[in-house]
């Protein structure tokens, strides 16, 4: 389904005269947490801020761009701003996939939102990464913590093996190996018909799935082991031509919404899973918690992955994958603490913090200009 949202110029006392709509590309559907507010309501506040000189036509569901596509498109100018999942590109983005694979460090997910897009916007070696990919970083996100949903009961370590799991590749793969399951990677639009058909046993991911991709139609239990969260990539991405054409005022402007938007969407996906949860539960799903010999499981991986991780990155030509962990965690720890005196569920609050931490520090006339 393609959702266009076309924004001109406000006319209203004069105010300026409207530029070409540029294209704004995120494969989620339109009514994800996601893409609602980070790229549908974005475009308009961006259009009302810039009084219509910079207006984006919203395109969702992979109707412009496909999920392996999307890097490489907004590189090549397909979309000016973009959504990407870098678990399709390890090879190109070898960084951002040694920081997503390190999502079991800490599971809170708006930790991990804010920590990554600081890490995105200010590392050295993640801001030459995006360079050479012909992107410009404007901020991360986090999906809600991941869970395993399923058509059979899987509620201890004995009964997840053998299981087929969607994992969302790298360090979820792994772990689905660790505890003798067998990791299916593909993409989260073909949850539904995995489950459905038979081909996965579980699918791992948000819950706010069960609604979003319809998975309370096929999923019977789920298991609430917090199997990491995501945030590898990025939510915005924009092309570096059409950045460095942008006035330093408008690039003001986008980093003022990316600001509340990196919050917001963290409040409105959480939201999301609660209802999703609720409903599933009415309508028969059981709910299981993981036995003591899963949980104790999951622990021993994340300590034994690390070293996979920093391997994995050297592999892919990364000089000094010790030093970039340790920065991440250095961030990550920063906003454990920063986060644990705001509101969760205040996205003022939130986006307030985001500006004076984050996007303040950053410069309009010289960022993502080199």
Not at 347 to 354: D, K, M, N, P, R
Request: with cysteine; aromatic share 10%.
């Amino acid at each position: 389904m393609t959702m266009k949202t076309a924004l001109m110029a406000l006319t209203a006392c004069g105010l300026g005269t409207a530029a070409a709509a540029q294209n704004a590309n995120h494969f989620f559907a339109e009514r994800h947490s996601m893409v609602r507010g980070p790229y549908v309501e974005f475009a308009e506040r961006v259009a009302k801020e810039t009084e219509g000189a910079l207006s984006f036509t919203v395109f969702t569901g992979g109707s412009l761009l496909p999920p392996a596509a999307s890097l490489q498109g907004v590189r090549d100018g397909v979309a000016q701003v973009t959504y990407h999942a870098g678990t399709y590109t390890p090879a190109e983005l070898p960084v951002a996939n040694l920081i997503g694979n390190a999502a079991f460090y800490n599971t809170d997910p708006m930790v991990m939102a804010f920590a990554s897009t600081e890490f995105g916007l200010t590392n050295p070696a993640a801001l030459e990464e995006w360079r050479r990919n012909g992107v410009v970083f404007g901020g991360g996100y986090s999906t809600s913590e991941y869970v395993m949903m399923c058509n059979t009961p899987v509620e201890t370590l004995e009964d997840v093996q053998g299981k087929r799991l969607r994992m969302a590749g790298g360090a979820w793969s792994r772990f689905a190996e660790f505890v003798g399951a067998v990791p299916v990677s593909i993409p989260s639009s073909e949850m539904y018909t995995g489950l459905d058909t038979g081909s996965l046993d579980c699918a791992v991911a948000a819950a706010d799935a069960l609604d979003s991709f319809s998975l309370s139609d096929v999923v019977t239990h789920m298991n609430t082991l917090a199997v990491g969260n995501y945030y590898s990539g990025f939510e915005w991405g924009y092309n570096r031509a059409f950045w460095q054409d942008l006035p330093p005022e408008q690039r003001a402007v986008l980093f003022d919404q990316m600001a509340y938007y990196l919050g917001q969407h963290r409040v409105e996906f959480d939201k999301d899973v609660d209802k999703a949860v609720s409903a599933a539960i009415d309508g028969g799903m059981q709910v299981f918690e993981p036995d003591q010999a899963l949980t104790e499981a999951l622990a021993n991986f994340v300590q034994a992955d690390e070293a996979v991780l920093i391997e994995n990155a050297k592999s892919r030509g990364v000089g000094n994958p010790e030093e970039l962990l340790a920065d991440y965690k250095r961030m990550v720890d920063r906003w454990d603490a920063l986060l644990a005196e705001v509101d969760h569920s205040d996205a003022e609050a939130l986006a307030e913090l985001a500006r004076t931490e984050i996007y303040d520090k950053l410069d309009p006339e010289a960022y993502g200009v080199d």
